[in-house]
């Protein structure tokens, strides 16, 4: 069928739907169980979106006149569908079992993967049994990576979801994320280690991000100034670099045996699958971390393999085809109901606006709808405190993920049992009453409350149940929401593998740098930045 056929039917249904409330559409009794779909553990309930199961058919047929299923083909198999780059985009590679082979452009991308985690872990074992000695011999206790973006937001989101799974040889070892490019972070927490102690991961894919090298610039200076020692001793004996760039490591003075190795065809936001998850390997384990890969790997082979009509990445990004573009809904809130969660809206509001914010189809035209939409979040209970208002009574429509595990605390106490009960009945409360509005209440309730506290209700929420928060079940639900955002951007026709609009802020940003030690500003200036630059200047020069 032709995708443009496709679109009309779509508008279509959406327009016969438009007045149809979800109360009317939940009181369908079969309606969970056909609009609900399962893999690994894993359930991803519809039941609340605006739709009828006849229109994920009409969705479906929609990713197959786009030529998903082939688009998935040429994703896995190593073809250069970052077309902007001329490259690959493989990250599913990164979570491929060992024994496996890809070959792209004459090497066995593969095997090199392997040989990376085969060197990360040695690195692990060597600071999980105290051998990895700081420049006074005693044994590294601390590490803090240095990144931004991917290399960090990945990494942080992960070691603190798998706090829990902090194996014995790691109890011993603190963690820091340090990514802030004004030097707060870091300078505060200087003040609180032992150089003697501190071993830092030094995380970029270029090695020439400012942000990260002037981070790491700092705290090679605060290990040779509590050292005395030559930075040649330091940077062997307290840095690690993980680079795509190993030459520049290298000059910067990192030995190549405390380097790892990732390549150009990790993205940034897709790399804590790669070296870049050191961090998450030292604080949960390699076997933790092969298990993260291994729920990955689990729905890499699900989004390759299954129907569309039974895919979950692809059902999940076809309901936000359907909210975004047929029934005008542009922002998104994730909303999970899991204190260990806590950054995994920001993660996701990476992966989703810096792949699809994006106005340019493949071609070069300017797309002719909305791709992504604003994304933001917050723990479910934090969040029904703060901007859960906005969702009940407010004039946007908000689509919402409710993300929560069924069960959590299995062998503890009765009370946090009883705290993860609330958590769960917090998360269905709050996704009914959106769906429901004042038809939650029995009618009486209903009818007699003043305007103020009425709920208009008809806000869609898909709920994603995980049966619990283990490593291999976070490597799933992140790879549901990376195949999630592919396959949006295919049906949008758009790249979501390159990031222009980041890299022009950069330059733009280093540029900058000269202008504001300048006697005399450029008169190429805008004279908004002109007007700031003098005043800044005014004021550094009064002291």
Not at 195 to 212: C, R
Request: with cysteine; hydrophobic share 40%.
């Amino acid at each position: 069928m032709n995708p443009d056929t496709c679109w009309s039917d779509l508008r279509d249904a959406a327009q016969s739907l438009k007045s149809r409330h979800l109360s009317e559409l939940l009181s369908d009794p079969g309606r969970f169980d056909t609009l609900t779909f399962e893999h690994d553990g894993l359930l991803l309930d519809l039941s609340r979106q605006r739709l009828l199961p006849e229109t994920l058919d009409q969705l479906v047929a929609l990713a197959e006149s786009c030529e998903l299923q082939q688009k998935i083909d040429a994703l896995v198999s190593g073809e250069p569908v970052n077309s902007t780059e001329g490259r690959a985009a493989l990250h599913t590679a990164l979570r491929t079992p060992a024994g496996k082979s890809l070959n792209v452009n004459g090497r066995d991308v593969i095997a090199g993967v392997q040989a990376t985690l085969t060197k990360m872990e040695s690195l692990v074992a060597t600071l999980h049994s105290g051998q990895w000695r700081g420049y006074s011999g005693e044994a590294i206790d601390t590490v803090v990576n240095i990144g931004v973006g991917g290399s960090d937001l990945g990494p942080l989101m992960t070691c603190r979801a798998l706090s829990e799974y902090k194996p014995d040889a790691a109890q011993g070892i603190e963690l820091h994320f340090v990514s802030s490019m004004d030097g707060s972070q870091l300078s505060g927490l200087l003040r609180t280690l032992n150089p003697a102690t501190t071993l830092f991961v030094l995380s970029s894919k270029s090695f020439t991000t400012i942000d990260t090298l002037a981070n790491a610039e700092t705290a090679r200076q605060w290990l040779i100034d509590a050292s005395g020692l030559s930075v040649d001793v330091i940077l062997r004996h307290h840095f690690i670099g993980i680079t795509a760039q190993p030459e520049k490591a290298s000059e910067w003075g990192i030995p190549s045996q405390n380097q790892l190795l990732f390549w150009d065809w990790t993205g940034g936001r897709y790399s804590m699958w790669s070296a870049i998850g050191l961090p998450i390997a030292i604080s949960i384990g390699m076997n933790g971390f092969r298990q993260l890969l291994a729920g990955a790997h689990s729905i890499d082979s699900h989004f390759h393999q299954a129907p569309l009509r039974e895919n979950l990445p692809v059902l999940l990004a076809l309901v936000g085809i359907w909210n975004i573009n047929l029934l005008d809904i542009h922002a998104h809130a994730i909303l999970p109901y899991d204190g260990r969660l806590a950054h995994l809206p920001a993660y996701l509001e990476q992966l989703e606006m810096e792949s699809n914010g994006k106005s340019v189809r493949l071609d070069g035209s300017e797309t002719n709808g909305h791709t992504c939409p604003v994304l933001w979040g917050e723990i479910g209970p934090n969040a029904q405190h703060a901007f859960y208002q906005l969702l009940h009574q407010g004039t946007e429509s908000v689509m919402c993920d409710f993300i929560v595990p069924a069960k959590r605390y299995t062998d503890r106490s009765t009370s946090l049992q009883q705290q993860h009960r609330l958590a769960l009945a917090n998360c269905l409360a709050q996704a009914r009453v959106l769906a429901l509005g004042d038809k939650a209440l029995d009618e009486e309730s209903a009818a007699s409350a003043p305007p103020w506290k009425r709920y208009r209700g008809n806000q869609p929420s898909t709920v994603i149940l995980l049966d619990e928060l283990t490593p291999y079940a976070l490597g799933q639900l992140i790879a549901i929401y990376e195949h999630k955002v592919y396959t949006q951007a295919v049906i949008w026709g758009i790249n979501p593998f390159d990031q222009w609009g980041v890299e022009l802020g950069k330059k733009m940003a280093t540029a900058m740098l000269d202008e504001l030690d300048k006697a005399q500003q450029s008169d190429t200036l805008d004279s908004a930045t002109l007007g700031l630059l003098k005043r800044i200047n005014t004021l550094r020069e009064k002291g």
